[in-house]
C-alpha cells in the first residue's frame, strides 16, 4: 500500500485582498519589480507565483535592477555557489537602496528557511525589508502590504508547511512550455542534501487542482507541461504518479508532458508502462545517479546499488525505445576513494547517459555528510570532476552524432539566441535543436532532420 502524502490545500482568497489592498495604493504609478532567481527549476516555478502575485499588485517587470521599486531575491542553498550569488549582490543592493529610500527589498526562498541566515540578515544588512520562506511564499501580498502600512522591517517564515497554497496568480516566463509542481519537499534525507530541511516534508497536491491548472495553461497555448517535484515518483493523492499521468495525458491541446526528478529507488514499473502507453510523454527521463560506487550510495543514504541502478536502466531502455536518459553525478562525496570514483566513471559509460548534470561536493550545513571528518581535498575534488566532464562531453558528444540523420519531432521555443536566422527548440528527448528557417514558428511541433551531433546541441533542418 502505498504511503498517502496529500497536502492540505491553503486558498489564495485572503491573500487576493491584500493585492487588492496593495494595488489601490499603487494606483496611478508607473511601479517596477526586478527579480533575481538562484537555483532550481522548483524556485523557477516559485518566482513565476511571485511574479504573479507582484503583477496583480501593479507592479511590472523589469530587467534593470536601478530602475525597480522592489527588488526581490529568491534564493536556494541547494548548492554553495548559488549562496555565494546572494552575498555577491546584497553590498550592490546597499548602495542602490541609499540612491532610492522608498525602494522595497525582499529576500526570500530556500536560504531562509535557516535561521542563522536570517540572523546574519538582521543584523549585517538591515537595509533588507522583508524576507520569507518557502513556506508562507503565497502571503508576499499580505507583508508587501504590512510593510508599505507600518513602515516597519519584516521577518516572517514558518518553520513548517501548513499545506499548498491554491490558485495563486502566476505569471509563466515561456508562452510555450510551462512547470507544473505536483509535490513539494522531500522525505528522502539523503545524507548531502538540504532540501528535506528547507523545503519540509514531501506533500502532493490535490489532482484535481493540477489538472485544472494544466486546461488552464492548455488555454493559453502552452503545448508542454513538465510535471515539478523534488521526487516526483513518490507523489501520492487517491492515485500514485502513473496513474496521474493517465489522470491528465487527455488535455487537449497539450502535446507533450515531462516530469522531474526521478528517485531511482520509487520508479515503478507502473511508471515505466505509463511511459510507454501515453502517446504524449516524452522520451526523455532525468535519473539523478549520484555516485557509481554502492559504498558511497549507501553513505548517502540513497537507497539502491549500482547494481539495482543499472538493471534499472536496463529495463527502461528495454521498454522505451529511443529513450534519452540523463543524470546527476556529484564528486567529492567525503571519504570517495580513488576506485570509488573511477566505478562512477565505469557506471556512466555502462549506463550509457545521453547527457548529465555534474556537481563537485560541497558542505551543506545541517546535513550529516557536512559533519564528516574525511572531507576530499579541493584539488583532489577538482582532478576527479575535470575527469568526468571529459567522459560526459565525450558520451554526450557520442549520442548527438548517433541521432545524424534521424527525423526528430521539434518543439520550436524561439529564435536562437546567438544566430537570429536560427530557430531552437527540443526533441522529445529533450536535445537542444538549431534549424535554420526564415519565418517565425516559434510554439510550432516541427519535423527536422539532424544533420550534425555537436556536444551542446543537434542541427538539423526541416522536411
Ligand atoms: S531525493 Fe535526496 S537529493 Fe533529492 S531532494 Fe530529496 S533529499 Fe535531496
Request: with cysteine; glycine share 6%.
Amino acid at each position: 500500500m502505498q504511503k498517502n502524502n496529500s497536502a492540505d490545500c491553503i486558498i489564495f482568497d485572503e491573500q487576493a485582498e491584500y493585492c487588492h489592498y496593495v494595488a489601490s495604493i499603487n494606483r496611478g504609478q508607473d511601479l517596477r519589480y526586478y527579480l533575481e532567481t538562484l537555483g532550481c527549476q522548483m524556485n523557477e516555478a516559485d518566482s513565476e507565483q511571485i511574479s504573479g502575485m507582484l503583477m496583480q499588485m501593479g507592479y511590472s517587470q523589469t530587467q534593470d535592477i536601478m530602475k525597480a521599486d522592489i527588488i526581490v531575491f529568491n534564493t536556494c542553498c541547494v548548492r554553495e555557489n548559488a549562496e555565494f550569488k546572494l552575498y555577491g549582490h546584497i553590498g550592490e543592493l546597499k548602495t542602490i537602496k541609499q540612491a532610492n529610500k522608498d525602494l522595497i527589498i525582499v529576500i526570500c526562498g530556500c536560504m531562509m528557511q535557516q535561521t542563522h541566515v536570517v540572523e546574519k540578515i538582521k543584523k549585517s544588512y538591515k537595509f533588507v525589508d522583508i524576507v520569507f520562506g518557502t513556506h508562507n511564499r503565497h502571503e508576499l501580498p499580505r507583508l508587501l502590504y504590512k510593510r508599505i502600512s507600518e513602515k516597519k522591517k519584516i521577518y516572517e517564515v514558518w518553520e513548517n508547511s501548513k499545506g499548498i497554497a491554491e490558485n495563486v496568480p502566476i505569471e509563466r516566463k515561456s508562452r510555450i512550455t510551462a512547470f507544473v509542481p505536483i509535490t513539494y519537499g522531500c522525505d528522502n534525507f539523503c545524507s548531502y542534501c538540504i532540501v528535506p530541511y528547507v523545503r519540509g516534508r514531501e506533500k502532493s497536491r490535490d489532482p484535481k487542482m493540477i489538472k485544472k491548472d494544466i486546461m488552464k495553461l492548455a488555454s493559453e497555448g502552452i503545448k508542454e507541461i513538465t510535471l515539478l517535484g523534488q521526487n516526483v515518483n513518490s507523489y501520492s493523492y487517491e492515485m500514485d504518479f502513473s496513474e496521474l499521468l493517465h489522470y491528465i495525458s487527455d488535455i487537449p491541446y497539450i502535446d507533450r508532458i515531462r516530469f522531474m526528478t526521478s528517485h531511482p529507488k520509487d520508479l515503478s514499473d507502473n511508471l515505466i508502462k505509463a511511459m510507454k502507453d501515453i502517446p504524449k510523454m516524452c522520451s526523455h527521463i532525468h535519473l539523478p545517479l549520484q555516485s557509481g560506487s554502492t559504498n558511497v550510495l549507501k553513505q548517502m543514504n540513497r537507497k539502491y546499488s549500482k547494481d539495482d541502478y543499472l538493471v534499472l536502466i536496463n529495463k527502461i531502455k528495454q521498454s522505451i525505445e529511443d529513450i534519452t536518459i540523463s543524470t546527476d553525478i556529484i564528486v567529492g562525496f567525503p571519504g570517495e576513494t580513488e576506485e570509488e570514483f573511477e566505478e562512477t566513471l565505469d557506471v556512466y559509460r555502462k549506463a550509457g547517459f545521453d547527457f548529465a548534470y555534474t556537481f563537485i561536493y560541497s558542505k551543506r550545513n545541517g546535513t550529516p555528510a557536512a559533519n564528516r571528518q574525511d572531507q576530499i581535498s579541493d584539488d583532489i575534488k577538482n582532478k576527479r570532476f575535470a575527469k568526468l566532464i571529459t567522459l560526459v562531453n565525450e558520451m554526450t558528444l557520442k549520442s548527438n552524432i548517433n541521432d545524424e540523420s534521424k527525423i526528430m519531432q521539434v518543439l520550436v521555443e524561439g529564435r536562437s539566441r546567438t544566430n537570429d536566422t536560427m530557430m531552437t527548440g527540443r526533441t522529445r528527448g529533450n536535445k537542444i535543436v538549431n534549424f535554420k528557417c526564415e519565418a517565425d514558428c516559434t510554439g510550432s511541433l516541427i519535423d527536422v532532420k539532424i544533420i550534425k551531433g555537436h556536444t551542446w546541441h543537434l542541427e538539423g533542418e526541416m522536411i
